[in-house]
């Protein structure tokens, strides 16, 4: 019988129906951080449990690290503290664990894959909301919460509610100086930041055929801001290029064999969805949040509608009819585990190269992990950046959240390539982000407003 990914991988780790009408579901990975698992360790201390499962455990710091300076022990004495707990858990409960000056650290989201943890078919869960991104390899990944770590922790299963599935499609080819970032946006702002309550997203149609697997992450991770719980992208070729050769993929014979199990594990040609939505991709432009969630954004030729009263207007400074073109901004930060992978730092670095920083805007480039780092210094982005007035820094995830010293003050506006822009969300309770490419960042950056960064581009193909 046909079906989709989400329900052959669901029913492949189902364990049991639950009289609550949930199903308890092993899962693959467990990938944790510092943030939300010390509680869980403690949960499971108290009641005398171990680690079911430390071999699917994998352990990293990425909220709380310095990006600065990350000789230890650090300067804010509770990111020590926490990274300190972390490490303790981690020998205690036998959990492998990259600490901060490990090659392997880096955002939980970007590390999985890049480490070839993240594999087709697999459940993947991490107490953190954007574990969505790692559907991109046609897993299931949950974010869950920390009751649902100790969960996880102490028996490698999870007790969830079936979803829906929607399948959207996006068709034909993207215009220059569109990118993923843009693309996820607009399903978003077409269907809200609601619009996927209750449903898995599985992406698909010949654009997102065409991405790279860090522009399929990219989508993917933002699922959670569409209110889906889980996105994914079935299995294909890009997909097992890119994982061949990782660390912890299979190797060898091994390998091919776990490819042709990947193939079978793809939706079916003739599988049924729940829902169904298709985009074309040339009607997508570079898009920019104006607003307090995800979904408020404009293509950036676009003047910004809705009502008056939306308290997104008052906090924001916008008035219906602005445009967000021209909003000069304070800081740029370019990272997160939305945006922080290399090919983000090269389309960035293309509209930096021999530019300048507006002398008025702090302007930050954080790598997503070391591994990213290490790649884009071999290739001579950072000096581009910094070349530019660029801060080029260590590797986590800095001012997306704000737990580490990066973060805005005031009202100051942060030109974004993060995922959230709700209130507070980069430090300062009165802060303001406005979310867009790392491209469209670069350009803002250098004209120290935001602009189209097809402006910019153009320019570059004409020199
Ligand atoms: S980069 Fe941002 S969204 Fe991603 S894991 Fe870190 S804090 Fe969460």
């Known amino acids: 019988m046909s079906d989709t990914l989400f329900h052959k991988v669901w029913n492949a780790h189902a364990v049991r129906a639950l009289p609550s009408g949930q199903t308890q579901l092993f899962v693959g990975l467990h990938l944790i951080h510092e943030v939300t698992s010390p509680q869980a360790f403690d949960m499971l201390r108290q009641h005398g449990w171990r680690v079911a499962f430390p071999d699917r455990t994998f352990a990293t710091v990425d909220h709380i690290v310095p990006t600065k300076s990350q000789t230890r022990p650090f300067l804010d004495v509770m990111a020590e503290e926490m990274t300190v707990a972390l490490e303790r858990s981690c020998k205690e409960f036998g959990v492998p664990y990259w600490p901060p000056d490990n090659d392997n650290q880096g955002i939980v989201h970007v590390i999985g894959p890049e480490l070839g943890l993240t594999q087709p078919g697999m459940t993947i869960a991490c107490g953190d909301s954007h574990t969505s991104t790692h559907g991109a390899f046609g897993a299931i990944a949950f974010g869950i919460g920390t009751s649902q770590v100790r969960d996880v922790l102490a028996s490698q299963s999870l007790a969830l509610d079936p979803l829906k599935v929607r399948r959207i499609d996006v068709n034909g080819a993207l215009k220059p100086g569109v990118y993923a970032k843009d693309v996820i946006l607009t399903i978003i702002r077409q269907l809200g930041v609601q619009g996927g309550v209750g449903y898995a997203y599985e992406y698909g149609g010949s654009t997102i055929d065409r991405m790279s697997m860090e522009e399929r992450l990219t989508i993917c991770n933002m699922s959670i801001e569409g209110g889906a719980r889980v996105g994914y992208i079935n299995p294909d070729e890009t997909t097992f290029a890119s994982l061949r050769g990782r660390r912890f993929a299979p190797q060898g014979d091994a390998f091919d064999r776990a490819c042709a199990w990947w193939r079978s594990i793809a939706s079916d040609r003739n599988a049924v969805y729940d829902d169904r939505v298709t985009l074309n991709a040339g009607d997508i432009e570079p898009t920019v949040t104006w607003g307090i969630n995800p979904g408020q954004s404009v293509r950036i030729s676009e003047r910004i509608a809705g009502d008056a009263h939306d308290e997104a207007f008052a906090f924001m400074g916008f008035h219906p009819g602005d445009r967000v073109a021209g909003t000069r901004i304070d800081v740029a930060f370019i990272g997160s585990c939305t945006n922080g992978r290399l090919s983000d730092l090269e389309e960035a670095a293309r509209v930096v190269r021999g530019q300048r920083v507006a002398p008025h805007v702090k302007a930050l480039v954080v790598p997503g992990s070391r591994s990213v780092s290490r790649d884009a210094e071999a290739r001579g982005l950072d000096r581009?950046?910094?070349?530019?007035?660029?801060?080029?820094?260590?590797?986590?995830?800095?001012?997306?959240?704000?737990?580490?010293?990066?973060?805005?003050?005031?009202?100051?506006?942060?030109?974004?390539?993060?995922?959230?822009?709700?209130?507070?969300?980069?430090?300062?309770?009165?802060?303001?982000?406005?979310?867009?490419?790392?491209?469209?960042?670069?350009?803002?950056?250098?004209?120290g407003e935001v602009v189209d960064v097809r402006t910019v581009l153009r320019e570059e193909v004409h020199v």
């Open 384 to 447: 581009v950046f910094t070349d530019a007035g660029f801060e080029w820094r260590g590797a986590g995830c800095s001012m997306c959240l704000a737990m580490n010293p990066d973060r805005l003050e005031g009202r100051q506006i942060c030109a974004s390539s993060s995922n959230r822009n709700f209130k507070g969300r980069q430090g300062s309770p009165t802060g303001r982000t406005l979310l867009m490419s790392p491209a469209m960042v670069a350009a803002a950056a250098i004209a």
